[in-house]
């Protein structure tokens, strides 16, 4: 399990060498599954195909959650695929305030069978690190949500 960090490590998108790929969309219910789509596409038949699933949870909770949350107009999702791992950021333009995983009382973690509210729990089970941090892409203030999975070649390692 890993800490919610709001200071990217080494293992942030801007930091971690590899291919980078960049998608802008609006931010509309279908913002989910089109990132799904495009992040399987990126992973598929490559050195990281072992991921695919853990990194399609995780980039649809992501996505979800600016979807709900924010009143961005865009969603900028942007995957760096590097030998060892993959890194995904989701940045909205919305003003900054660091993700937490605690809850209330109705929160998904004090009802397990919920099937919402799940998001950053997730990343903290399934990513090798995972954070928040002012996005560089946007104006100053908006934030970008990212999470790192070891690939296929770091967790043989």
Same mark, same amino acid.
């Given at each position: 399990?890993?800490?919610?960090?709001?200071?990217?490590?080494?293992?942030?998108?801007?930091?971690?060498?590899?291919?980078?790929?960049?998608?802008?969309?609006?931010?509309?219910?279908?913002?989910? /599954?089109?990132?799904?789509?495009?992040?399987?596409?990126?992973?598929?038949? /490559?050195?990281?195909?072992?991921?695919?699933?853990?990194?399609?949870?995780?980039?649809?909770?992501?996505?979800?959650?600016?979807?709900?949350?924010?009143?961005?107009?865009?969603?900028?999702?942007?995957?760096?695929? /590097?030998?060892?791992?993959?890194?995904?950021?989701?940045?909205?333009?919305?003003?900054?305030? *660091?993700?937490?995983?605690?809850?209330?009382?109705?929160? *998904?973690?004090?009802?397990?069978?919920?099937?919402?509210? $799940?998001?950053l729990f997730l990343l903290?089970?399934?990513?090798?690190? $995972?954070?928040?941090?002012?996005?560089?892409?946007?104006?100053?203030?908006?934030?970008?949500? $990212?999470?790192?999975?070891? /690939?296929?070649a770091g967790a043989a390692?």
């Open positions: 399990m890993t800490s919610v960090n709001t200071t990217p490590p080494s293992t942030s998108p801007r930091s971690q060498d590899g291919e980078s790929y960049r998608l802008s969309l609006p931010n509309t219910a279908r913002s989910a /599954g089109i990132t799904r789509n495009f992040l399987t596409s990126l992973l598929t038949g /490559g050195p990281h195909h072992g991921v695919i699933d853990d990194a399609r949870l995780c980039v649809s909770e992501v996505v979800a959650n600016a979807h709900r949350h924010t009143r961005s107009s865009l969603i900028r999702v942007q995957v760096t695929v /590097g030998r060892d791992q993959v890194t995904v950021s989701v940045a909205d333009d919305t003003l900054w305030t *660091a993700p937490t995983t605690g809850g209330t009382a109705g929160s *998904a973690h004090s009802d397990p069978v919920r099937e919402g509210g $799940w998001g903290d089970e399934l990513a090798l690190a $995972w954070g928040s941090d002012l996005c560089g892409c946007c104006a100053p203030s908006h934030k970008a949500v $990212w999470f790192t999975l070891a /690939g296929d390692a």
